[in-house]
């Protein structure tokens, strides 16, 4: 049973920057996915970035503005973002996936918002 982590959300002001952190129970070194989705209020939860295979995928909205990293020696899985939009406001979940098996942390809120 793998257990996630999040913190390091919170209110932010258009513009401003925030870095997400996820602590992971386990060696991040054996997901085969980890990355970071997001869910904004009354909204399907989406893909925000993920790291496959060492390949670094994310959506359109954040490329340039958002950095996904890992730290293999703290199991941590880290998103750096810049340029904070109201857009942005959501519920932000850890995801990882493991021998086929997918898991979530409990969410943190950023609230982008003058």
């Known amino acids: 049973q793998v257990q996630l982590v999040e913190s390091g959300g919170g209110l932010v002001q258009p513009g401003g920057s925030l870095t997400l952190s996820c602590a992971a129970s386990?060696?991040?070194?054996?997901?085969?996915?980890m990355g970071w989705d997001r869910q904004p209020p009354g909204q399907e939860r989406e893909l925000v970035a993920h790291i496959v295979n060492g390949v670094i995928n994310s959506i359109e909205s954040v490329k340039g503005r958002f950095t996904i990293s890992r730290d293999n020696a703290k199991n941590t899985i880290n998103l750096q973002m810049n340029n904070l939009k109201p857009a942005a406001t959501a519920v932000y979940y850890c995801?990882?996936?493991?021998?086929?098996?997918?898991?979530w942390g409990q969410g943190t809120l950023v609230t982008v918002s003058s």
């Open positions: 995801k990882a996936d493991q021998y086929g098996l997918s898991y």
């Open positions: 386990t060696i991040i070194r054996t997901f085969d996915r």
